[in-house]
């Protein structure tokens, strides 16, 4: 099952627009991640923050992480249309023998216009 | 660069019939993991092999799937007796015991469709 939600589920923008997209999820977490999918290039790590970080920088993305509200956001500054993306978080609560159970959210559709 | 790798990439299917794809991690990655995505959803985790060993199974894996590692190199997923339910995007993905051993490498994935 689905770990948490998205919102929104669809997002239309103009390049060099801000794009923000929330995330909330249920349990507990060592980490949570985005990622980033589209046709072209399949499923592609984004950033991840950790449970004790609040905020976290990569580029054009900025990912904020409230475990007190079990909810995260990503914003992506001065978008271009290669954004245009489905845009997942994921949760990592952790395996045995250290892998990493991901558990994805439902996605948001982001589209980016010229 | 060796990414993930994943075979076939689609295969169509009829109903009862078995099937099996193949993921080919990248190749110092010891951790392999298979998961299932259906139209407008994430992707949901199956299984997780450290090595050759499959340490992790979903309860999403029911009987019918069969999921392998033998060498603790490439992996197979097995479906049998195939339902059009099973119709989705089957993602591999692997991750190093070193380095960032959070970040996960997807492959391609395999699209089956089941008639």
């Known amino acids: 099952s689905q770990q948490g939600e998205e919102d929104p589920q669809a997002l239309s923008i103009q390049e060099g627009e801000n794009a923000t997209m929330n995330c909330s999820y249920k349990?507990?977490?060592?980490?949570l991640q985005w990622y980033r999918q589209n046709s072209g290039r399949g499923l592609v790590h984004l950033i991840l923050i950790r449970s004790n970080e609040r905020e976290k920088h990569s580029g054009r993305l900025r990912v904020t992480l409230d475990t007190s509200k079990k909810s995260s956001s990503l914003l992506i500054t001065a978008s271009r249309a290669a954004d245009t993306a489905s845009y997942f978080c994921?949760?990592?609560?952790?395996?045995?023998?250290?892998?990493?159970?991901?558990?994805f959210g439902t996605g948001t559709q982001l589209k980016v216009e010229l | 660069d060796t990414g993930v790798s994943q075979d076939p990439r689609h295969k169509i299917t009829k109903r009862g019939q078995n099937v099996t794809f193949r993921c080919d991690p990248i190749?110092?990655?010891?951790?392999l993991y298979w998961y299932r995505q259906t139209l407008g959803q994430g992707p949901e985790f199956l299984t997780y092999?450290?090595?050759?060993?499959?340490?992790?199974k979903s309860r999403l894996l029911s009987d019918r799937f069969s999921a392998e590692r033998p060498k603790g190199s490439f992996s197979t997923l097995e479906i049998q007796r195939t339902e059009q339910g099973d119709s989705a995007m089957y993602l591999c993905a692997s991750s190093s015991r070193t380095g960032d051993p959070y970040e996960q490498y997807f492959g391609p994935g395999t699209r089956l469709t089941v008639t």
């Open positions: 349990t507990s977490i060592n980490n």
């Open positions: 190749s110092e990655h010891n951790r």
């Open positions: 994921a949760t990592d609560a952790g395996l045995t023998g250290g892998g990493n159970k991901l558990t």
């Open positions: 092999f450290q090595n050759e060993a499959q340490l992790e």
